[in-house]
Structure formats: C-alpha cells, structure tokens
C-alpha cells in the first residue's frame, strides 16, 4: 500500500520559512519516481509547485515561487521536502506532494497523493 504522508505545515508570518516534508511508503521511492508538491487555496484549482527527477538531480519551479522555494529529496529516507522562504499571504494552501513517473506540473500525471498539510501566512 502506498502512502505520502506530509508535515511540517503551519501558522507563519509574512517573510518566514517552512519546510515541509512527504514520507513515502510502499512505491520504489528512489529508482522510479518523480516528486511533485501542488498547493490549493480555497476556491482555487490545485496549482504546481515544483517537482524533482527520481535521482534529485534535475528540479523545476512554478514561476510563482522561483527563487523562494527548493524541492530536494532524502532516497536514503523515502522523503522529499519543499524549503520554502519569504513567504507571502498568496502562499497559504493545502500543500500536497505528489508520486508520478513524468517531469511534468500538470496534477492529472501524478499517479499517487498524499493528504496535504496546511500552510498558513498571516500579514
């Protein structure tokens, strides 16, 4: 049985930095998949983030937080992060990190998601 299990979420001020975090279970973590984090505001679509190739060595951001964000991932520990800095209230959402087998942003070519944890900022 697969499983993502995200932490690390919170109530910050505006300008902090999080970094949350996606345990894997059950999927051949380091050889096979893409790891993607998606957040979704209230009313809104779920939106990409970023996502990083199975051996880490290749990462791709959303525009909208390039240069405030870094995806990277632990293969020894089944887990992927998301150090996100300078945070704005446009940055509050459910952050969900995502397993699929393609560099790709778009939600629908994730083939397994955890059940998100919420990012709060407050000016």
């Known amino acids: 049985q697969v499983q993502l299990v995200e932490s690390g979420g919170g109530l910050v001020q505006v300008g902090d930095s999080l970094r949350l975090s996606c345990a894997a279970s059950?999927?051949?973590?380091?050889?096979?998949?893409?790891m993607g984090w998606f957040r979704q505001a209230p009313g809104k679509e779920r939106e990409f983030v970023a996502w990083?190739?199975?051996?880490?060595?290749?990462?791709y951001y959303a525009d909208s937080v390039k240069g405030r964000v870094t995806i990277s991932r632990d293969n020894a520990r089944s887990t992927v992060y998301l150090q996100a800095n300078s945070l704005k209230p446009e940055d509050t959402a459910v952050y969900y990190c995502?397993?699929?087998?393609?560099?790709?942003?778009?939600?629908?070519?994730?083939?397994?998601w955890g059940q998100g944890t919420q990012v709060t900022v407050s000016s």
């Open positions: 995502a397993a699929g087998h393609y560099y790709n942003s778009n939600p629908k070519m994730y083939t397994y």
């Open positions: 059950g999927l051949p973590f380091s050889t096979t998949y893409v």
């Open positions: 990083i190739s199975s051996s880490g060595s290749s990462t």
